[in-house]
């Protein structure tokens, strides 16, 4: 997976508390994507962030769920007073350049995904 | 929104068989990506196609991206259970940030 982590790689928290997940992109990406998927379906585009700013959240719920890619250290997706829906898997993905950019380089590089359990 | 369409949605195939999965849109696309997820996994990367016509190459795999600009192609030749998973097409979705991803094609290899 290019060098994407993701931590934990499973997570299992009861209704009500908060979950974050944790995505370190490649060395030299400053492009972070969330998605999510459920079981035996496609990966559902959640947030678009560069280094300090939110470019496009339009595909997360606007209650529960926020995302930061701070200056230092890793993006962090975060899941306040989960329900049982919001079980899935949920994968970071990297990029070095904007979407659409041109020039042959649009990518992503994913991470392994952490999968959260609500119980 | 711009959508993909991926077919089949899944295939058994013998192994050694040559395997052809496609993944078309109602709307143009600038940038082809095509990804295989193993179960538990991540995507990982597999082909990516920048221009119109091209055909790309990753060892038993061949990619093309259609003329129109509305499809692309995933070939694999000699198929071997390893081959086993779900590929995915994905794209940048015009005026947006997006990436948008296909409904995958879950391939099944009989050894």
């Known amino acids: 997976n290019a060098g994407v982590m993701q931590n934990p790689r499973h997570l299992v928290r009861r209704r009500g508390q908060e979950a974050r997940l944790r995505c370190s992109p490649m060395k030299g990406h400053s492009h972070v994507y969330w998605y999510r998927q459920l079981p035996e379906e496609g990966l559902k585009f959640m947030v678009y962030l560069q280094k300090e700013n939110i470019i496009d959240e339009s595909g997360m719920p606007k209650e529960r769920f926020s995302a930061e890619f701070p200056k230092e250290g890793p993006s962090i997706l975060r899941i306040q007073q989960v329900v049982r829906g919001d079980s899935a898997a949920y994968f970071c993905a990297s990029s070095p350049v904007t979407p659409t950019s041109g020039g042959g380089t649009d990518t992503q590089y994913f991470g392994p995904g952490t999968r959260l359990t609500v119980l | 929104g711009q959508q993909l369409n991926q077919s089949p949605q899944s295939m058994f195939i013998q192994e050694g068989e040559d395997v052809s999965m496609n993944c078309t849109s109602s709307s143009i696309f600038n940038t082809w990506l095509w990804y295989k997820q193993d179960p538990g996994e991540g995507p990982v990367l597999l082909i990516a196609?920048?221009?119109?016509?091209e055909l790309t190459s990753n060892g038993r795999l061949t990619a093309q991206f259609g003329i129109t600009r509305k499809d692309s192609f995933l070939n694999i030749s000699a198929s071997i259970p390893s081959d086993v998973g779900i590929y995915f097409c994905?794209?940048?979705?015009?005026?947006?940030?997006?990436?948008?991803f296909g409904t995958g094609t879950r391939l099944k290899v009989l050894a």
């Open positions: 196609l920048y221009k119109a016509g």
């Open positions: 994905a794209g940048p979705s015009s005026g947006t940030y997006k990436y948008i």
